[in-house]
Structures are given as C-alpha cells and as structure tokens.
T-cell receptor
C-alpha cells in the first residue's frame, strides 16, 4: 500500500525567504508523485509531477521538487517566497501502471499550510 | 473553458435526508473520482469511475453511492447522510493514459454540513 507523509502541518516564512515543504512517500512499486496547491475556497491545482523522467521537476509559479529514491522523498522548494504563495499544499502519490483497480488513485498527504509574512 | 463543475458549493442538511452532489466535466475525460477532505487527513478517495457504467469503491465508500450514466457526469449520492459525513468534497477527472497517469483536474469543492 502506498502512503504519503508531509512533515509539518504549518510552515511560516518571510517574503523573499526559501520555501521548503517536506514530503516522504511509501510505495511498493515505482511511484508517480505530485504536488498540488489549494488556495482558499478553491479546488486543487497541479503544481508539478514526477513521472520517472528527470528527478528534478520544475513546476508553475517558480516551484520545483526533487525526487530522491534513496530517501523516499519529494520535497517542494521555491527560492523566494511571495505573498501569493500562501495556501495549503498537498503531496500525493499514484502507482505506476495504467490498469487495474488502483489506476488514477491519488493517495494524499495531510497537507501543509504555508503562511508568508511581509 | 475546460473545467469541472460541482453543485451545490455549500449545503447544510439534516441527518437522514437524501442528497445528491452533482459533478460535470467538459473535457471528455474517461476517469472521474470523488474525494473528501478532512482536516489533518488530506483527501481520501470515495469512489471512482473508469468510464460510463464502470464504477468502483475507493478508500472510504461507506454511506455513499455514485452512478455514471453519461461520460460527463458523475453524481455523488448520500442516501441517508450522517454527521460524520460533514466534510469538503471534491470531484476530479482525467484522461486515461498508460502507463503515465494524466493530470487530474479538480472541481471547486462542495462543503457539506450534516446536522
């Protein structure tokens, strides 16, 4: 069974500071990994995804994440936080393979609320 | 505009009163899914559908029903809602790809309160 752990339910940074949101996964097969962002009163929007190509993945809004198999991690970073980055962020894992009952199922972490201070 | 729509966005109801939350997508996606979001638990899958008339249970299906009679629609039915079904519900859809799953597009959410 696959699972995702996000370390830190709340992260607070100053505007311009580095953003680091941590995600560790557990999967019995090579995973696909995703980061989603949820702004207040909105649905989830895909930030980036890892699908076994490059281990460093660049996403929208200046975010990137690095897949580290040895550490089973997929941490999300942004060099310089902006006030508009304040939101809740979710890491998710999906099993490799297109068929079977597990297709498309995303297993989400608990979420990390990012607060950006002026 | 490509989108997933849900209705209603907010709903307050009483225990035992049947309700339906509608979900519709205009992207011709085969795959559709329902999730519920609870604080500290992230999102958990309720039901999913691979295509018309093909549905299956997710991780937390108890107390819910779904149907997929048309490709674009995937309603979530609570026949006898209970307070523990108070939650934020999201519908999602995607194309089906092998082996790489396509991006799932999420609706805006439905906040349900059962008293």
């Amino acid at each position: 069974a696959q699972s995702v752990t996000q370390l830190g339910s709340h992260v607070s940074v100053s505007e311009g500071a580095l953003v680091l949101l941590r995600c560790n996964y557990s999967s019995s097969v090579p995973p696909y990994l995703f980061w989603y962002v949820q702004y207040p009163n909105q649905g989830l929007q895909l930030l980036l995804k890892y699908t076994s190509a490059a281990t460093l993945v660049k996403g929208i809004n200046g975010f990137e994440a690095e897949f580290k198999k040895s550490e089973t991690s997929f941490h999300l970073t942004k060099p310089s936080a902006h006030m508009s980055d304040a939101a809740e962020y979710f890491c998710a894992v999906s099993e490799v393979g297109g068929g079977g009952t597990s297709y498309g199922k995303l297993t989400f972490g608990q979420g990390t609320i990012l607060t950006v201070h002026p | 505009e490509a989108q997933v729509t849900q209705n209603p966005r907010y709903l307050i109801t009483v225990t035992g009163k049947k309700l339906t939350v509608t979900c519709s997508q205009n992207m011709n996606h085969e795959y559709m899914s329902w999730y519920r979001q609870d604080p500290g638990l992230g999102l958990r899958q309720i039901y999913y559908s691979m295509n018309v008339e093909v549905t299956d249970k997710g991780d937390v299906p108890e107390g819910y029903k779904v149907s997929r009679k048309e490709k674009r629609n995937f309603p979530l039915i609570l026949e006898s809602p209970s307070p523990n079904q108070t939650s934020l519900y999201f519908c999602a859809s995607s194309l089906i790809g092998t082996p790489t799953p396509y991006e799932q597009y999420f609706g805006p959410g439905t906040r349900l309160t059962v008293t």
